[in-house]
């Protein structure tokens, strides 16, 4: 049984106190939250910091980024190793500001998505389209084109302890997400997707919707049987926005 999931990504944003205050923030209002698990992804700078003010809580921590080394000369990156020693669990990939900014392709964040599972960590596969390709159509072709390029390198079979994140593009950051009915038909679609190769990855794959979660859509969002939780970029910076949206989840998959 796949179980909820709802991580804040907090992109290029914090600092030492922010990282401090959020997080004791919200161990006090998740103390009693069950039945979903909640991560934090802070930048890399914070997450030794983060996983020791985690300690004892239901909270994980997880990063937003990392190389396709494992060690050696590649100046300004971090490793999975490195993640992984810091006590993080999990690692967003292919975001789309990476895709976009830092040029990623299907086949690197391919790459990146082995090493993070050879690690053992887990990784969080974020695919979606643009405003044009949703306009073209071609939603369902570019979702599809993005999850082939792990499955076609790994083998389905590769999905297994893995998360999804859809999350459109033109929902990113603009407060204007994705109806739950919009949302649902594309995670319905990945899912059916997935299934073609193996229904038991399908089933207990991990889809979260991401694009403009706040504390006033996301229960509806939830309700929705494909949408297992949520990536969620500037309402996770704000401890009572971001512990309502848990709660969402943990009542609406209860
Ligand atoms: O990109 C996102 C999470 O990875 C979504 O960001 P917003 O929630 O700010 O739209």
């Not at 994140?165 to 407060?175: C, D, F, K, L, R």
Request: charged share 20%; aromatic share 4%; with cysteine.
């Amino acid at each position: 049984m796949r179980h909820p999931l709802v991580m804040g990504n907090w992109k290029l944003n914090g600092s030492k106190q922010l990282t401090a205050d959020l997080i004791s923030g919200l161990r006090t209002v998740l103390t009693d939250v069950q039945g979903c698990k909640v991560v934090i992804a802070p930048p890399a700078l914070y997450l030794a910091q983060a996983v020791a003010a985690v300690e004892g809580s239901n909270i994980g921590v997880g990063a937003q980024n990392i190389d396709v080394n494992l060690s050696g000369a590649f100046t300004g990156e971090t490793s999975a190793e490195m993640l992984k020693d810091t006590g993080a669990g999990y690692v967003i990939l292919g975001h789309s500001e990476r895709r976009t900014y830092h040029h990623e392709t299907d086949e690197v964040v391919a790459e990146k998505f082995a090493i993070v599972k050879q690690q053992g960590l887990i990784p969080v596969l974020c695919i979606g389209e643009t405003e044009a390709e949703n306009e073209a159509g071609k939603t369902e072709e570019v979702c599809s084109r993005q999850i082939d390029a792990v499955i076609n390198a790994h083998g389905v079979e590769a999905l297994t302890d893995a998360v999804i994140a859809y999350e459109p593009v033109w929902a990113i950051g603009t407060g204007k997400s994705a109806t739950p009915a919009q949302a649902q038909a594309v995670h319905k679609f990945i899912r059916d997707h997935i299934a073609k190769q193996s229904r038991e990855v399908a089933e207990q794959v991990i889809i979260q919707y991401g694009g403009s979660v706040n504390d006033k859509n996301a229960a509806e969002l939830f309700g929705q049987p494909d949408i297992d939780g949520a990536l969620v970029g500037g309402a996770s910076l704000k401890a009572d926005a971001f512990s309502v949206i848990v709660k969402a989840a943990a009542a609406a998959k209860a």
